[in-house]
């Protein structure tokens, strides 16, 4: 089976959030098993070097956008075994970042053009065709219309996977005309429209024989009129095709038996030493006052409301003075939060660190050196920070909303079961006492706190079961 797996961005070439660990894990895995998978990304200019040293071009030509016509250029590299092709265009990818652009709209409509007529030109006709989010999302739709007059293309079968609804691809009907060279056969409400705009998410939605989101979950929320971003409608009219498989994390990268960023490696039966070293390390990185017994509470995330930072922000004072705890954030965002997290941070000194950066290497001493992880997300469709704490001993507090209650077991005080704390209730309150009741076992019962643990680490969130469940989608729409 030949699948093409069409993204936004994928690490490590290119990331900032979750669907770039999803576009390099997946495809990875599902090639282990058995697929012929190959993955389409731009050719951003953020590329690391090591990488730009060994692209190839293989080809170039000329797409059609309306009334112009814009240079493609096809590379290739290949990494643990899976092909990847970009896509190059100076125009559109060499920018200071990925996404947020005011042409997004013609950038990314480029993107989907070109990745559709590369497919002739290297002379890879997929039987399936796997885009995601809108950046990627009017691909279906340009197949069933633009294309579809390509006979080595009739037979592609088109899966959406949304990461996250609430970013869809809004623009001016006129995309369709000075993007696409498409007439408005597209634009109505079982195609392209919404609210007399181009939605290239709905579109995706619309046109592709299987919609798929990241966690069971999200693709039940994601139907109702909290969760849909306006989408829920078309999502419960096309709820025979929509199922969610939970995301997974690549056990390579995050491991903390192997991970270089450590003070102290460890597994399953050193994890008690092993986490209080890199918990000393970590206290003396961030100059927080070294003291084992402190219940340490990480956060890694951005600083916004999706991400429950509200919260945060309401109870971290309550939390200090109440409790013997450190907090320390690493993440941007919302300059309210980040002013406010360095504010805490200048009044507790020594308690609290905020960290306004990103850095791929705290992130992981923040994972190993931490007690607690505290992810109160407002909504999260799957989420990998609570799978990768838990990878590495961290026991994670979440809000139960998509992936997380997807992937959390909260504890059972009466059997002992669970590999983690939750709420499910959103408000500052309930956070702060499922904080109180982690913190009372912290303390009061640490027998039952390293039980906890070990059920956290052997929990599997391996990419392997879940690049079955995909097998099985492609399996039913070729077989």
């Not at 006052?289 to 004072?317: I, N, W």
Request: charged share 25%; proline share 4%.
């Amino acid at each position: 089976m030949k699948v093409l797996f069409v993204a936004a961005e994928g690490a490590p070439f290119f990331k900032t959030g979750g669907l770039g660990d999803v576009a390099y894990a997946l495809p990875k895995e599902l090639r282990k098993q058995g697929i012929d998978i190959r993955v389409a990304l731009p050719y951003y200019s953020q590329m690391p070097e090591e990488y730009k040293e060994q692209v190839t071009e293989i080809t170039h030509f000329r797409v059609e956008l309306g009334d112009k016509s814009a240079y493609v250029g096809i590379k290739t590299l290949t990494l643990d075994g899976v092909q990847y092709y970009f896509i190059d265009n100076l125009a559109y990818f060499d920018r200071d970042q990925l996404y947020g652009q005011d042409d997004d709209g013609e950038r990314f409509g480029f993107f989907d053009i070109a990745v559709i007529e590369m497919m002739e030109k290297i002379d890879f006709i997929p039987n399936i065709i796997h885009v995601n989010d809108w950046q990627t999302a009017m691909i279906p739709a340009l197949l069933v219309d633009r294309y579809h007059w390509i006979d080595r293309y009739k037979d592609i079968r088109k899966v959406l996977t949304i990461h996250n609804i609430r970013f869809q691809g809004w623009q001016n009907p006129s995309v369709l005309k000075d993007i696409f060279n498409t007439t408005n056969a597209l634009y109505h409400e079982n195609g392209v429209k919404k609210e007399d705009q181009v939605n290239y998410l709905k579109a995706g939605i619309n046109f592709s024989d299987r919609v798929t989101t990241v966690s069971p979950n999200y693709a039940r929320e994601i139907q109702t009129p909290e969760f849909g971003e306006k989408l829920d409608g078309e999502l419960r009219y096309n709820a025979w095709k929509l199922s969610g498989i939970i995301n997974g994390i690549d056990y390579d990268q995050n491991n903390p038996e192997t991970d270089p960023y450590l003070t102290v490696n460890y597994n399953a039966s050193t994890v008690q030493t092993g986490k209080a070293s890199n918990k000393r390390a970590l206290q003396e990185r961030l100059g927080l006052s070294v003291d084992p017994d402190v219940a340490l509470l990480g956060v890694v995330t951005r600083l916004t409301d999706q991400k429950g930072m509200q919260l945060l922000q309401e109870k971290a004072e309550y939390l200090l003075i109440n409790f013997n705890i450190q907090i320390v954030v690493l993440g941007t965002g919302d300059e309210g939060f980040e002013n406010s997290f360095r504010y805490f941070e200048w009044k507790y000194s020594g308690e609290f660190c905020a960290y306004i950066d990103f850095d791929v290497e705290l992130a992981q001493q923040i994972y190993a050196g931490s007690d607690i992880f505290l992810m109160p997300s407002a909504f999260e469709p799957c989420g990998l920070s609570q799978m990768i704490a838990m990878r590495y001993g961290t026991l994670p507090i979440v809000h139960e909303t998509g992936g997380l209650l997807d992937t959390v077991q909260p504890y059972n005080q009466f059997t002992g079961e669970g590999n983690g704390f939750s709420f499910n209730i959103f408000t500052g309150d309930i956070f702060a006492h499922i904080i109180a009741i982690a913190l009372d076992v912290y303390e009061n019962q640490p027998d039952v706190w390293f039980q906890l643990i070990h059920q956290a680490m052997a929990t599997d969130f391996r990419w392997s079961e879940p690049a079955k469940e995909y097998i099985r989608l492609y399996e039913d729409l070729v077989l």
